[in-house]
Nanobody
Framework: VQLQASGGGLAQAGGSQRLSCTAS????????VSWFRQAPGKEREFVAG????????YYSDSVKGRFTISSDNAKNTVYLQMNSLKPDDTAVYYC???????????????????WGQGTQVTVSS
């Protein structure tokens, strides 16, 4: 499955953005899909994810209550709605998908087989 991430750009602190991750080549059915981010000089970190069965969502503590991950099966797209943005949210955001991701490993980069190209999100204060 090929992943295309889009929707990044420049935002003001306190503002909102929505990222999209669209799959081509096959559907997301049976895949866990997550968003990770990587700031300059830092490791890539988990942000939010949807489990393979689509029934559970997971968030990092740093974004819980501000970000929402959702999926639109008809459009084969997973979204990351980001509200109350902070300068610390500045990073390149990547979507990832895997069909062997168990729930206990959903936050692990190594659990995913497919990655999008990344989209830059910059939040100014």
């Amino acid at each position: 499955v090929q992943l295309q991430a889009s929707g990044g750009g420049l935002a003001q602190a306190g503002g909102s953005q929505r990222l999209s991750c669209t799959a081509s080549g096959r559907t997301f059915r049976g895949y866990a899909v997550s968003w990770f981010r990587q700031a300059p000089g830092k490791e890539r970190e988990f942000v939010a994810g949807i489990a393979r069965n689509g029934g559970y969502t997971y968030y990092s503590d740093s974004v819980k209550g501000r970000f929402t991950i959702s999926s639109d099966n008809a459009k084969n797209t997973v979204y990351l709605q980001m509200n109350s943005l902070k300068p610390d949210d500045t990073a390149v955001y990547y979507c990832a998908a895997g069909n062997r991701v168990i729930q206990s490993a959903i936050r692990s980069r190594d659990a995913y087989d497919h990655w999008g190209q990344g989209t830059q999100v910059t939040v100014s204060s």
